[in-house]
Nanobody
């Protein structure tokens, strides 16, 4: 039974920082591409960042512009997203996701490629 559980969301002022975490279980974590996505009401889910199975490559959505950092700890089965210089437009529900393909096709930012999803964590920037 695959599970992804996000945490670390909350409310922050513009310019502030948050660190999201995702704990995964139920599969061989270190063979999967992992990604972070976000969604606001009425909009499609969009790719924020992705990281290959071994952490050897990372990818970011264009809107990130150097403000976010994705990382993973394969020994702990955890995925992270450090978000700095947050803007009100970053307000969304953030989801972690797992793709059974290790190489992150389409730079890991295509929702259709992912097999498993967490329940999401709310991030609010005011």
């Amino acid at each position: 039974h695959v599970q992804l559980v996000e945490s670390g969301g909350g409310s922050v002022q513009a310019g502030g920082s948050l660190r999201l975490s995702c704990v995964v279980s139920g599969y061989t974590y270190d063979t999967y591409c992992m990604g972070w996505f976000r969604q606001t009401p009425g909009k499609e889910r969009e790719g924020v960042a992705a990281i290959k199975s071994g952490g050897e490559a990372t990818y970011y959505g264009k809107f990130v512009q150097g403000r976010f950092t994705i990382a993973r700890d394969n020994a702990k089965n955890e995925l992270y997203l450090r978000m700095d210089m947050l803007k009100p437009e970053d307000t969304a529900v953030y989801y972690c996701a797992a793709d059974r393909k290790s190489w992150c096709p389409f730079e890991g930012l295509d929702t259709d490629e992912y097999d498993y999803w967490g329940q999401g964590t709310q991030v609010t920037v005011s």
